[in-house]
């Protein structure tokens, strides 16, 4: 499930690109290796429960030493960067060690201080070493929660700095242009499946058997093996996106370990949609979110010139898609209808990105595509290029382990095609981000099945926004079953994804009162939206309106 988490200018985690590794030769429609047809693995074993204990004290005795951050070629960094060593396998946690590297910025002292409070962005593949700054530079809410928490955050297994796994040459992964075709052809679906399958032969010559070693129960024990490095009796943590499955996971698998804990913009956990579902669900829920898109910029006719109805405006953006492919001219070489397509997702993600894209989009129409170019080209440089490729694997690493995915191929056109009927905008590029967990080379882990005892956990609080396209709605609510004692706070009517320290004041408002003084609100509570963004043609290029 492709996330993407906006704060402000630290700008967005955007894991769109999909597999575009070398083709290699053609898979069959049915090829399972051995491997794969194996019976999914038990989530969470007793010897995985006796290792992340072994683990966490080790941790909690050697603590953390702090140094300098590295540089981030100009950019800002955080205050103090260190490691935390945990298990590959915590079944052998003696074995082979992976060194996560983690960053923070000390509470101001202005408050009560209430220890770390940790952040996951989101992904899988999300990197959280950024997080420290949010007090900083974004202010508002995080400033407030600086003043009583260690802002904390960290590189994932498989992400960053944190043993990175690779299954391309950064390279050649994601060079555009590529076409992304509103309905694949027959050699469109071949390709794609050629694709994917050498994408995961890739991974296996790259990562062998350590791929088993990706899931989120892995990630949820790391979770726990860092709490202790820090030296917290309990987990203070604030997860975005993939990042409240994790979230969830880790509750279950250590309710007694949770101090305060926020999920915003909440995956689905039922174990019947990991991972293969909640991707066609997540379709449905991006399309309408397109069409809100669509309907404000033809409210807005007058200023953008794209058209007085959702229907012209489709029409202005399919013609930009056709144009990129058809005419490649000196920038355009980068730019093809691929890369066109999955810029445009940021409008899906937040609608801090509503004006500038509407006011590309009429540029191009117009005659003039230096700036719709600007926007969607992918960025140039060695580094742009190894986090992109480190991106796309850490994603499809977490959740062709996660669960069994379909290994027919006659079943992924079967679902995609009644997808793409009613939600062409998502579909297909989902497609092609998630196909290669068909060919992928280890056996699958069987789902947590999250939930917890009524009185097993502290009050949980649940952020979500209920026209979210990257995290249907149903998500919070399952969660908020599932969790006994949680609570759910909705902005009702709006679809930024990741609402947390965003523009509604209501919304954060309850996010200070639970994490400085421990208040949920009622199990239900609902904030009006936002303000909608203003239709401002002149939006600079990385800014936005909102």
């Known amino acids: 499930m492709r996330a993407v988490a906006f704060h ?20 069959a429609t049915r090829d399972p290796s051995p491997a794969r047809a194996a019976a999914p693995a038990a989530a969470h074993t007793a010897a995985d429960a006796r290792g992340v204990r072994a683990a966490a004290r080790a941790a909690r005795t050697r603590g953390i030493t702090w140094g300098a951050c590295p540089a981030a070629g ?83 297994r498989g992400v960053g700095p944190s043993a990175p796994v690779s299954c391309a040459d950064p390279a050649d992964f994601g060079a555009g242009p590529d076409r992304s075709p509103r309905r694949p052809s027959a050699a469109d679906e071949r ?27 892995d990630n949820a024990r790391d979770l726990d093996v860092l709490r ?26 250590f309710p007694g370990h949770v101090r305060r804990l926020v999920l915003d913009s909440v995956v689905n956990p039922d174990p019947r949609r990991i991972w293969y579902r909640a991707n066609l669900d997540q379709n449905a829920a991006f399309e309408r979110r397109w069409h809100d898109w669509k309907r404000w910029v033809a409210r807005h006719h007058s200023t953008y010139g794209l058209g007085a109805t959702p229907a012209r405006v489709q029409r202005a953006f399919d013609a930009a898609r056709d144009g990129v492919d058809r005419d490649r001219r000196g920038a355009d070489r980068r730019v093809g209808s691929r890369e066109l397509v999955t810029d445009f997702f940021d409008v899906v993600y937040t609608d801090q990105a509503w004006a500038e894209h509407a006011a590309a989009l009429a540029e191009y129409r117009r005659g003039d595509r230096a ?57 297909w590029e989902n497609l092609r981000m998630n196909l290669p967990c068909a060919y992928w080379p280890t056996r699958p882990s069987r789902p947590v099945d999250v939930g917890a005892a009524p009185g097993a956990l502290p009050p949980v609080l649940l952020l979500a926004a209920s026209r979210d396209g990257a995290t249907p709605y149903d998500g919070a609510l399952e969660t908020r079953r599932r969790l006994p004692g949680s609570s759910l706070v909705t902005e009702r009517g709006a679809g930024s994804h990741g609402v947390a320290g965003g523009p509604n004041a209501c919304v954060n408002r309850h996010l200070e009162a639970y994490l400085l003084h ?26 936005g309106a909102g």
Not at 9 to 23: C, F, I, N
Not at 191 to 217: K, P
């Open 228 to 253: 202790a490095a820090l030296g917290a009796p309990k987990l203070n943590y604030l997860g975005v996106s993939y990042g409240t499955y994790l979230g969830s996971v880790y509750a279950t698998l």
């Open 191 to 217: 390709a794609l499946r050629e694709r994917a399958a050498a994408y995961a032969r890739g991974c296996a010559r790259s990562q062998g058997d350590r791929l088993e070693h990706f899931t989120t129960a």
């Open 74 to 156: 100009g950019e800002p960094v955080p205050d103090r960067c260190g490691t935390v060593r945990v298990p590959l396998d915590y079944a052998e946690p003696h074995g082979e060690q992976l060194s996560l590297t983690v960053s923070r910025n000390r509470a101001t002292g202005e408050g009560r201080h209430q220890g770390p409070l940790l952040y996951n962005p989101g992904g899988p593949g999300g990197n959280g070493l950024r997080f420290p700054l949010y007090g900083t530079r974004l202010g508002g809410v995080w400033k407030h929660l600086q003043r009583s928490y260690d802002l904390v955050g960290y590189a994932p």
């Open 8 to 27: 402000g200018v630290l700008g967005a985690l955007a894991l769109t690109a999909a597999a575009v590794a070398p083709a290699g030769s053609a898979p």
């Open 371 to 427: 700036r719709l170019l600007a926007l969607v080209a992918p960025e140039k440089g060695t580094s742009a290029a190894t986090a992109r490729e480190n991106g796309n694997a850490a994603y499809n690493a977490v959740e062709c382990a996660d669960a069994p995915w379909p290994r027919d191929w006659r079943r992924w056109d079967r679902d995609n095609d009644a997808s793409a009927a009613d939600s062409p905008m998502n579909t």
């Open 518 to 543: 421990g208040r949920t609100p009622a199990r239900g509570t609902e904030c009006a939206p936002h303000a909608a963004p203003r239709a401002d043609y002149g939006a600079p290029l990385g800014g």
